[in-house]
């Protein structure tokens, strides 16, 4: 029987922090893991050690600092980046060792210029030297969307049989589609000798726009770890958006999984990352972009005004946003300009609106939004409402 609590693997210091042009230093790292933690991710994948000694200092900083999350260290299936990777774990009070190799054909053939056999022979000593530094490992197969899921399986007995306690279905290039990738987790649940003492976890990248699509089929079907970063930034077209997961699972508790997050901190983060990072989030992202909760079009906010349950699925209280917005815009219609001038204190008569209305559209039709200051001066030059 399979828990109903779906683990948050939060990779934005490592996968997140492969954005172009993105550099983060340690002490920026520091308060983003500390965040990340009073967030209520269960791991934190801090990042790459052996790639520079400035990664190493931040991972072993991280694993210094995390009080609650397992802190989390990536290695190729190489010794040396699996003994640099444990130093720099070695603080940590859970510590987690994620090494992994390629298992596509492509990558079998093109990276490693090897072979099946000879790439399942490295995952397993991969797996077993990690295992002499710690007792939690995570194996990942890089491109497993596009491996065979014959070989998969086979892959996975392997990694399971020398110790590991979690494995990675990684669809590393966007390529799945949503039915494709939960049909392979469902595959790996049904075909894999051993696959209850892992976990199975989902790290989908959004080249196809389909990454919270494939994480969320993948836990539908049996995985019980997603990996995911903060406003979705990453490789190429980034990962799975922790929100969107989080929100997804939240709103819909009929499919009784749940995750440890407390979601009202789910705004703040994401401006934080995207401050440090200095990378924009677009308006209309879900769940943290500044649109998320703006409403503009007359009729939408006519049915808002009447009750927000017309047009919002999510309170935005439960995600940190203070409350929803009516954008004035010359789509706008009485309802949402009434409402607006009432909150500066104006209370209209059906005789006043009408007039300000025309008033106010004329005016919308030359700007953007029509902010407060806008409203006030409109209705003050208007004659009926001298
Ligand atoms: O996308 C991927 O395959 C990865 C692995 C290194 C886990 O990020
Ligand atoms: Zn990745």
């Known amino acids: 029987m399979l828990d109903k609590n779906v683990q948050i693997f939060d990779t934005t210091l490592r996968d997140g922090e492969q954005v172009p042009g993105c550099k983060l230093n340690t002490e920026q790292k520091l308060i983003i893991a500390e ?12 990042g790459f050690p052996v790639s520079s000694p400035g990664d190493f200092k931040s991972v072993e900083a991280i694993s210094k600092l995390i009080k609650h999350a397992t802190v989390c260290g990536l290695t190729r299936s190489v010794e040396n980046d699996i003994k640099v990777a444990a130093e720099a774990l070695k603080y940590a009070k859970k510590p987690r060792i994620h090494t992994g190799i390629g298992t596509s054909d492509s990558h079998i053939k093109f990276k490693f210029k090897s072979n099946q056999e000879e790439i399942l022979k490295r ?3 991969a797996v077993k030297y990690a295992k002499s530094f710690v007792e939690d490992v995570e194996f ?60 199975l976890s989902c790290h989908c990248h959004n080249d196809l726009g389909l990454a919270t699509a494939n994480s969320i089929e993948g836990v539908i079907n049996g995985a019980r770890q997603i990996e995911c970063t903060i406003n979705g930034i990453g ?62 079009s007359g009729i939408h906010q006519d049915g808002v005004i009447k009750n927000r349950e017309t047009y919002e699925i999510i309170d935005p209280k439960d995600v ?42 004329d005016f919308a039709d030359k700007k953007k939004e029509v902010d407060d200051s806008d409203i006030h001066q409109i209705i003050e030059s208007s004659i009926v409402y001298k």
């Open 35 to 46: 965040q990340l933690d009073l967030l209520g991710v269960d791991v934190i994948e801090a």
């Open 123 to 125: 995952a397993f000593e």
């Open 235 to 296: 490789e190429r077209a980034g990962n799975t958006a922790l929100e969107e997961v989080v929100m997804i699972l939240k709103q819909h508790p009929y499919l009784k999984l749940d995750t440890n997050i407390k979601t009202e901190m789910l705004y703040g983060i994401s401006h934080l990352v995207s401050d440090s990072m200095g990378i924009y989030t677009q308006p209309n992202k879900a769940i943290v972009g500044a649109n998320a909760f703006a409403h503009s």
């Open 140 to 199: 990942y197969a890089e491109d497993a969307g596009r491996t065979d899921n014959e070989y998969l399986a086979r892959v996975c007995e392997t990694v399971i049989k020398a110790g590991a306690t979690v494995l990675n279905i990684p669809d590393t290039t966007g390529y799945c589609l949503p039915h494709e990738y939960g049909a392979k987790i469902k595959y790996l649940r049904e075909n894999v000798r051993g696959i209850e003492k892992a976990v």
């Open 320 to 361: 940190g946003v203070t409350e929803s917005s009516i954008v004035l815009t010359a789509r706008s219609g009485r309802a949402a300009l009434a409402y607006r001038a009432k909150n500066i204190g104006y209370e209209l008569t059906k005789l006043q609106l009408d007039e300000i209305y025309s008033n106010f559209l």
